[in-house]
């Protein structure tokens, strides 16, 4: 089993949808929680970061961290083209432990 | 203002030609990191340098070296790429490495294509 596991998509939705990115982690001791917004052929940039259980909010990005099912989401609010992207969630042990990314189009 | 520099964006090289890819930092960071990033993947660390000390992961292969002649510079260094060393290569830093809070910061990539 893989430590983070992401659906790769690709996720496609109108411009204005909220979107919802998901992934699982397989160690409850994880903590410290990330996600990375990597565009096309460039460096992922941070995007959010959590620790432990709870939402935290930041414009229009929203993390959400659910240790009692190991599953951590980003939603995205009025989502505009400019957002697609691929999003990366990662773990972050002293070391970054990626998921694949999920691949976000936002058509106008 | 570019924090994380990485040159030359785009690299060509031959089958078993030496290359050597080029980091650069303006944070004054501890830690330096290689990633390794395939298409539609994630990347793979391959190793890190806390100050001078190298740690190198257990899975990477001996072709990829890596130097570190300073604070600000770090190089990875491919002995003999074979075609399926093409991939993103990524820089990265950190402040420090204790802990799990310290956030890395990521150069923009050079993308490696072996002919």
């Known amino acids: 089993q893989k430590e983070v596991e992401q659906d790769p998509g690709p996720l496609s939705v109108p411009e204005g949808a909220i979107v919802s990115l998901n992934c699982t982690y397989s160690?409850?001791?994880?903590?410290?929680f990330m996600w990375y917004r990597q565009y096309s052929r460039k460096g992922p940039e941070l995007l959010m970061y959590?620790?432990?259980?709870g939402n935290k909010e930041d414009g229009r990005f929203t993390a959400q961290v659910d240790k009692s099912s190991k599953y951590i989401s980003l939603f995205i609010r009025d989502s505009q083209p400019s957002d697609s992207a691929t999003y990366l969630c990662?773990?972050?042990?002293?070391?970054?432990?990626f998921g694949q990314g999920t691949t976000l189009q936002v058509k106008p | 203002d570019a924090m994380v520099i990485q040159n030359p964006r785009y690299q060509v090289t031959q089958f078993g030609k030496p290359v050597t890819l080029s980091c650069s930092q303006t944070?004054?960071?501890?830690?330096m990191y290689w990633y390794q990033q395939k298409s539609s993947q994630a990347p793979k660390l391959l190793f890190h340098?806390?100050?001078?000390?190298?740690?190198n992961e257990a899975d990477t292969p001996d072709n990829f070296q890596s130097r570190r002649p300073n604070t600000s510079f770090c190089f990875l260094d491919i002995r003999s790429p074979g075609l399926g060393d093409a991939a993103m290569y990524l820089c990265?830093?950190?402040?420090?490495?204790?802990?799990?809070?310290?956030?890395?910061?990521f150069g923009p990539g050079t993308r490696l294509l072996v002919l």
């Open positions: 990662a773990i972050n042990t002293g070391k970054l432990i």
């Open positions: 160690n409850s001791a994880f903590q410290y």
């Open positions: 990265a830093t950190s402040r420090d490495l204790a802990g799990s809070q310290e956030t890395q910061y």
């Open positions: 944070l004054n960071h501890n830690v």
């Open positions: 959590t620790y432990s259980s």
């Open positions: 340098y806390y100050d001078k000390d190298f740690n």
